[in-house]
């Protein structure tokens, strides 16, 4: 049983335009939640997380949202630019349970067209 | 930032020989390095929590005779794939948290593309 899910397996978006890119979760219990870029070949990098007590957190052309009761989280990109093209996945931890492991879904490759 | 080194970067191995692939974290120390492991076109899977000066902790279904993990230092955490096949080719990440930081205090390595052949 999957529990971070990403139900797109890809998402294609013109430049300059608005990337949205989804996540679900069913462990109401995570409390902490991560979205990190991937190139083929390369570990993740992170690009921004929010924690359970807020609903929106924001870093430059990154924006995540979090609906705790949809269990729901999403990751705004604005504007898209051609090197965000990459796979992007969706993490989640159980930080008050003392616990620091993630739970990754299975990413969404997002391709930004010129 | 914080920097997780990850060596080597690819390896292409033997059917039945053993493979090792260290993870240092570079300019902070790390009690606790996780180990993934990524199918194509799948998520990353983790396979075990490696604690420094302690036994590794798998996940289910995960066999910790196959894959030996050592953590003998704060810095360095090894993966050991002994008797490889071919069905353990895969793309092998470690990560490691710097508890200075929180948030982005995930840091993962580069990744192993490991080849049985």
């Known amino acids: 049983d999957q529990q971070v899910k990403q139900n797109s397996p890809s998402l294609s978006v013109q430049e300059g335009r608005i990337s949205i890119l989804n996540c679900d979760y069913t462990n109401s219990m995570f409390d902490y939640f991560l979205w990190y870029k991937k190139y083929p070949a390369e570990g993740p990098t992170f690009l921004i997380s929010i924690s359970s007590i807020k609903d929106k957190n924001e870093d430059g052309r990154f924006t995540v949202f979090l609906n705790k009761s949809a269990k729901h989280l999403s990751l705004h990109i604005v504007p898209s630019q051609p090197g965000d093209s990459a796979v992007y996945f969706c993490?989640?931890?159980?930080?008050?349970?003392?616990?620091?492991?993630?739970?990754f879904g299975k990413g969404t490759k997002l391709s930004v067209i010129p | 930032g914080a920097v997780v080194s990850q060596h080597p970067s690819w390896v292409i191995c033997k059917s039945g020989t053993s493979v090792k692939i260290e993870c240092r974290s570079l300019d902070f120390q790390a009690t606790t390095m996780f180990w993934y492991r990524q199918f194509p076109k799948q998520s990353l899977m983790l396979m075990a929590t490696?604690?420094?000066?302690?036994?590794?902790t798998y996940e289910q279904g995960v066999e910790k005779d196959k894959f030996l993990i050592n953590h003998a230092s704060l810095t360095l955490s090894t993966l050991t794939v002994t008797s490889a096949h071919p069905e353990d080719s895969s793309f092998y990440i470690c990560s490691a948290r710097d508890l200075r930081a929180w948030g982005d205090g995930y840091t993962f390595g580069s990744g192993t593309r490991l080849t049985v052949v």
């Open positions: 490696s604690n420094e000066g302690s036994k590794a």
């Open positions: 993490a989640a931890s159980l930080t008050g349970a003392g616990s620091y492991q993630l739970t």
